[in-house]
């Protein structure tokens, strides 16, 4: 039933459901994972609930899309990429990359808005825009879920265990500093607030991993994350430290005089 193609070429045969009202998406990703590996692919559609059910119990498995390669069964889409030597996460696995596509974008933003209005995207107010749109975004990412992230930030932070009702009003704090930092305006309001959750959120963070030695998972981009608590939370509150005091500074006119000219 399951043999090789022509002239030696690799053959794979793949099941997967194809109905009026679904198309299973691990199906067609298999399908074009199988392709981009050079093997001709007979691609077998279960087109109605009688077929996955009768397919199922013929081959005595519990989802599909089914591979087979060599007269041999392969699995689902995860096991076809174990056997192609590709990489498949853990489910829960620990991953930076939502952090690292968050500041990359924040980043790439900055520098498009210096571009926009300066005419050059590097900037001391690029700077000033990655930051306050990092702090928007970060906050966005918390206010999809609200509850869930105050249940992670209260594993924590210092205020919040004493004051729970401050798990739930931190997003839009850092979102309302943000904003304000990226017009750069209300700097009496957006300082202090960032200026008080950054220090207790950066202090909390260091309590946290470096003496209490706990190992938690970061609030920092949602209560939904994987992202172990420790640098990338503790990059965030000295961020907005950072921001709140460079901001403090210009409104006091203390900046030097580069700092408000490209750089």
Not at 50 to 59: Q, R, S, W
Not at 125 to 133: D, K, L, P, S, Y
Not at 170 to 196: D, H, K, N, R
């Amino acid at each position: 039933m399951y043999t090789s193609g022509p002239q030696g070429r690799k053959r794979a045969f793949l099941h997967r459901m194809v109905m009026a009202q679904h198309t299973c998406p691990y199906g067609l990703k298999a399908l074009d994972l199988l392709r981009r590996e050079g093997f001709d692919v007979e691609d077998r559609w279960l087109t109605s609930r009688e077929e996955v059910d009768a397919f199922k119990a013929e081959h005595g498995v519990k989802t599909t899309p089914q591979v087979f390669i060599a007269g041999v069964r392969i699995g689902g889409y995860d096991d076809l990429r174990r056997h192609l030597g590709k990489h498949v996460a853990a489910p829960g696995a620990t991953s930076y990359r939502p952090v690292m596509a968050l500041f990359g974008m924040t980043l790439l933003m900055a520098l498009a808005a210096s571009q926009a209005v300066h005419g050059t995207p590097f900037t001391v107010r690029a700077a000033e825009w990655f930051i306050g749109f990092s702090m928007a975004v970060l906050a966005l990412l918390k206010l999809q879920n609200v509850e869930s992230f105050a249940t992670m930030f209260l594993n924590y932070d210092l205020l919040a265990k004493r004051w729970v009702p401050y798990s739930y009003l931190y997003p839009f704090a850092e979102g309302l500093a943000g904003i304000l930092m990226i017009a750069g305006v209300l700097t009496w309001l957006s300082v202090p607030v960032a200026l008080f959750i950054g220090t207790i959120g950066a202090v909390s963070v260091f309590k946290a991993v470096y003496i209490d030695r706990r190992e938690l998972k970061c609030a920092c981009v949602g209560g939904s994350s994987n992202v172990p608590l420790g640098f990338v939370s503790l990059t965030e509150n000295l961020m907005m430290i950072a921001m709140a005091v460079w901001m403090a500074l210009g409104a006091f006119g203390l900046l030097p005089a580069w700092a408000h000219q490209a750089m």
